[in-house]
């Protein structure tokens, strides 16, 4: 920028150089995102969205099955919180060795700000293991489809959001479904527990408020991936930590998994490292598409976890649970489709009963030949 000032006119002439002659490598690079040393930035948007949602898939449906083999560990489920601070610990450290291999390393999200998103992020996480000791997997998987609910209602409340009927028909489906789900559940799975239900839909409510929260902070303050994971964990690592440390939970924790160090902290390594790949693509998500689209993602993604569950881990079944998770599946095709209307064009029953009409013509001009 050349700043020139003329003392004959008194005038101040600015020139601002174009895109290609920015200032700094910085200002030149701050749009782009960056996933595990990927930049998504050089690609389009369908290749960008195709590259989030097979490393979404991926990577969270082998932590879906790391986190079920852990708790079907005999005695390990009442310890779901030193879980999530083991994975808090190795999140934060994962963090910062990304953080140290991109060239801007400043903190660009206000302390406040992480300090709100690490308590959201320890209530989702932390609420959500410590459920499976009271729930079914496949139960408690159905009702984190179910937070496209408050997601709406956050994106309403938080960022100002308006949202078409198909959004809404979509909610309304998944609500439809999760209710059937868990009545199914109630019926057949012998460790159901109400307790658990209050567990999960607390976490719901947090995880509803943290994709907002992570969307408008991100794209305000323009802050990386690694950034948001490094200090959002770390902050909600001391949360976690202080908890149980008040309410003596880490000593028998600490002894329990001291008996059996590879099947727990080694379990719980590789399902901390495949969780924070899978979080990299979910945040890339929300940087570039939005909270609702990212969580449309990670919903079709908990589908397909609860049919692995199903096939790998061995649990009762009834046909109640297809046809309830079908109707969670179409309230995800009308939220993708709410997203597109203007690329899907469905057909009208119109324009369906005249191609039937015509086609009927057809064979009986072909007959009567």
């Known amino acids: 920028m050349d700043l020139k000032y003329n003392n004959s006119r008194k005038y101040i002439s600015i020139t601002v150089p174009p895109k290609t002659q920015t200032m700094s490598p910085h200002i030149k690079s701050i749009d782009d995102v960056v996933v595990l040393g990927l930049n998504l930035s050089r690609f389009n948007k369908l290749t960008q969205f195709f590259i989030c949602v097979a490393g979404v898939f991926v990577f969270y449906l082998i932590y879906g099955y790391l986190q079920e083999l852990i708790f079907s560990m005999e005695g390990f489920k009442p310890y779901g919180w030193y879980l999530t601070l083991v994975q808090f610990a190795f999140y934060s450290i994962f963090g910062l060795i990304e953080l140290q291999l991109i060239q801007d390393k400043r903190r660009r999200i206000p302390g406040k700000t992480y300090m709100i998103i690490a308590f959201l992020t320890v209530g989702t996480m932390g609420l959500s293991n410590t459920s499976l000791g009271y729930l079914n997997y496949p139960t408690q998987v159905i009702f984190k489809c179910c937070k496209l609910i408050p997601v709406m209602l956050g994106g309403v409340l938080i960022q100002g959001k308006r949202y078409n009927l198909a959004d809404v028909s979509a909610a309304v489906c998944m609500s439809l479904g ?15 527990n109400l307790t658990g239900v209050i567990l999960i839909s607390l976490a719901l409510c947090a995880d509803a408020v943290i994709g907002n929260v992570q969307e408008k902070a991100m794209k305000l303050h323009s802050a990386s991936n690694s950034e948001m994971v490094l200090y959002s964990y770390s902050i909600g690592f001391v949360y976690i930590l202080l908890g149980l440390t008040c309410t003596s939970g880490l000593g028998p924790a600490v002894t329990f998994c001291s008996k059996n160090p590879i099947r727990t902290y080694g379990y719980a390594f590789l399902f901390s490292l495949t969780g924070y790949f899978g979080i990299s693509f979910v945040l890339a998500l929300i940087k570039i598409f939005g909270a609702l689209l990212a969580v449309t993602v990670t919903t079709g993604r908990k589908a397909m976890t609860i049919v692995l569950s199903f096939m790998f881990f061995s649990k009762p079944f009834t046909f109640q649970y297809v046809w309830s998770g ?17 690329k899907i064009r469905l057909p009208a029953l119109y324009d369906l009963m005249n191609k039937i009409v015509e086609m009927r013509k057809s064979r009986t001009l072909a007959q009567t030949v």
């Not at 999760?178 to 159901?192: K, Q």
């Not at 599946?329 to 709410?338: A, Q, T």
Request: charged residues 10%; aromatic residues 16%.
């Open 326 to 342: 079908l109707l969670v599946v179409l309230g995800i095709f009308l939220n993708v489709y709410s997203k597109n209307m203007d």
């Open 178 to 192: 999760l209710v059937w789900f868990t009545l199914a559940d109630s019926t057949i799975a012998p460790n159901f």
